[in-house]
Antibody, heavy 120, light 113 residues
Framework: QVQLVQSGAEVKRPGASVKVSCETS????????MHWVRQAPGQGLEWMGW????????TYAQFFQGRVTMTRDTSISTVYMELSSLRSEDTAMYYC?????????????WGQGTLVTVSS | DIVMTQSPDSLTVSLGERTTINCKSS????????????LAWYQQKPGQPPKLLIY???TRGSGVPDRFSGSGSGTDFTLTISSLQAEDVAVYYC?????????FGQGTKLEIK
């Protein structure tokens, strides 16, 4: 079955960087975009960007431009999201979510989430 | 950016009742080339990631019970639960994936009366 398994919780100091991984299995890795969405505690969903695992192409939300980098390793079917210059407002649950390249049919499934806490 | 506005922010409904949640986009999300609305609905239960319920505004996702239905086109959309079950307690989000940034509504919290 399709699985997206994310790396564990992180605690970071302000100004540091964090790199979250999303290991996939159960489908053809290069047939699906991977999106990243975050959710601050008690808040709604915020789209961060996507990566095309086939060619590594990316599109980032303007809000995160210059601070976010999405990469992939096709040999292990894993995507990564790195966020730099962390501030307290970046404390959130970070999710990866798959989307079919061939047709726009929403995000399905989602990873279990990675809690990133930014605190001095 | 396309702004997604849901109503109401919260609602309390009795078991077995019909429930509707509305979503309005600040511009049309109807893709002219294929006549599909790039609008999805997600359900998020406490402590869980979101789950896809509906895509293309009205197509149910895999394994989604048929008590969930979506309707609407252009800028106005509705999620309907025909007969509320206890397991439907959750926050529901609409999302447009017509144009980046792909934006979500603020969420509607559904509780049982």
């Amino acid at each position: 079955q399709v699985q997206l398994v994310q790396s564990g919780a992180e605690v970071k100091r302000p100004g540091a960087s964090v790199k979250v991984s999303c290991e996939t299995s159960g489908y053809t890795f290069t047939d699906y975009y991977m999106h990243w969405v975050r959710q601050a505690p008690g808040q709604g969903l915020e789209w961060m960007g996507w990566i095309n695992p086939k060619n590594g192409g990316t599109t980032y939300a303007q809000f995160f431009q210059g601070r976010v980098t999405m990469t992939r390793d096709t040999s292990i079917s894993t995507v990564y999201m790195e966020l730099s210059s962390l501030r307290s407002e970046d404390t959130a649950m970070y999710y990866c979510a798959r989307a079919w390249i061939a047709a726009a049919v929403g995000f399905d499934p989602w990873g279990q989430g990675t809690l990133v806490t930014v605190s001095s | 950016d396309i702004v997604m506005t849901q109503s109401p922010d919260s609602l309390t409904v009795s078991l077995g009742e019909r429930t509707t949640i509305n979503c309005k986009s600040s511009q049309s999300v109807l893709y002219s080339s294929n006549k599909k609305n790039y609008l999805a609905w997600y359900q998020q239960k406490p402590g869980q990631p979101p789950k896809l319920l509906i895509y293309w505004a009205s197509t149910r996702g895999s394994g989604v019970p048929d008590r969930f239905s979506g309707s609407g086109s252009g800028t106005d959309f509705t999620l309907t639960i025909s007969s509320l079950q206890a397991e439907d307690v959750a926050v529901y989000y609409c999302q447009q994936y017509y144009d980046t940034p792909y934006t979500f509504g603020q969420g509607t919290k559904l509780e049982i009366k």
